[in-house]
């Protein structure tokens, strides 16, 4: 059993599933308090279309959808800002519309490419050492971003009005919080799958809800919850060959139903 825990693709898969899990469980604090949840699940599953795009032009998927996903995010923000419509109906349109475009791109790749359903489902074992280094440098600028500006977005999502009196420009940090989104959401579609990525974002910050006392233990709460994830989600994947993006989810529910049980009981604060 250690034997198979030492091995190489073992190592990659747990540094790769944790570095991702941190930033995940930290920023989706934010997702949660905005209720940002269907904007990530709408970046994750038009990321289809940038593997396809990817796949059709020769392209790496894992490099190009970074490119695809942050264009997305920029769209969204830009259209929804000049758009007398809400935020929720112009993500609509702009899922539909980049999915649509990514079903007919995958039409002509039918019996090609088997990698679609790798960042479909997620295959974290798979991982390779450009994967590493995307993970890598996506921890350090999500922390870098996170740790200067984490109060700031706590101010404009829960006072608005008083940021603005403060001086801070509120249309401007949501887009730059969008934009970090998207990349998170590109880097973490080979760990856990276009389908389950939202759930790395949404599951450990609830968890952390329930038997938190304050927005300081909220934070490390969801940031320990999504670590203990990505542990044990791999270490399961590894020993008894269960998909690892769907192991690293199913852990991070047990953790809320866990939370859920208890929050009538204590609360922790630190």
Not at 147 to 171: C, D, Q, R, Y
Not at 220 to 230: C, D, N, T, V
Request: proline share 3%.
């Amino acid at each position: 059993m250690l034997e198979i825990l030492l091995m190489p693709f073992a190592i990659k898969a747990l540094l790769a599933s944790s570095l991702i899990s941190v930033i995940c469980a930290w920023s989706g604090v934010f997702v949660t308090i905005k209720n940002m949840a269907y904007f990530s699940e709408s970046i994750s599953h038009s990321s289809l279309a940038g593997i396809a795009l990817a796949l059709w032009l020769g392209f790496d998927p894992s490099v190009f959808l970074v490119f695809f996903s942050v264009v997305m995010a920029a769209a969204v923000a830009l259209v929804a800002q000049s758009s007398i419509a809400s935020r929720d109906s112009v993500i609509g349109i702009i899922h539909a519309t980049v999915m649509s475009a990514g079903i007919i791109l995958l039409s002509f790749l039918r019996g090609g490419n088997t990698d679609i359903a790798r960042y479909l489902f997620g295959d974290v074992l798979a991982v390779t050492n450009t994967d590493i280094y995307l993970c890598s440098a996506l921890f350090i600028i999500s922390v870098a971003y996170l740790s200067a500006f984490s109060k700031t977005h706590a101010l404009t999502f829960l006072t608005p009005e008083l940021a603005k009196l403060n001086g801070i420009n509120v249309k401007k940090y949501d887009f730059m919080l969008m934009i970090l989104l998207a990349l998170i959401i590109s880097v973490s579609v080979k760990i856990a799958g276009a389908i389950l990525v939202t759930a790395l974002l949404v599951i450990p910050p609830n968890s952390a809800k329930n038997i938190s006392a304050g927005y300081g233990s909220f934070i490390k709460l969801s940031i320990i919850f999504g670590l203990l994830g990505a542990i044990f989600g791999v270490l399961a994947s590894v020993l008894f060959d269960f998909p690892t993006g769907p192991a690293i989810v199913l852990v991070n529910s047990i953790f809320y139903f866990m939370s859920l049980a208890a929050r009538n009981f204590f609360k922790i604060s630190f």
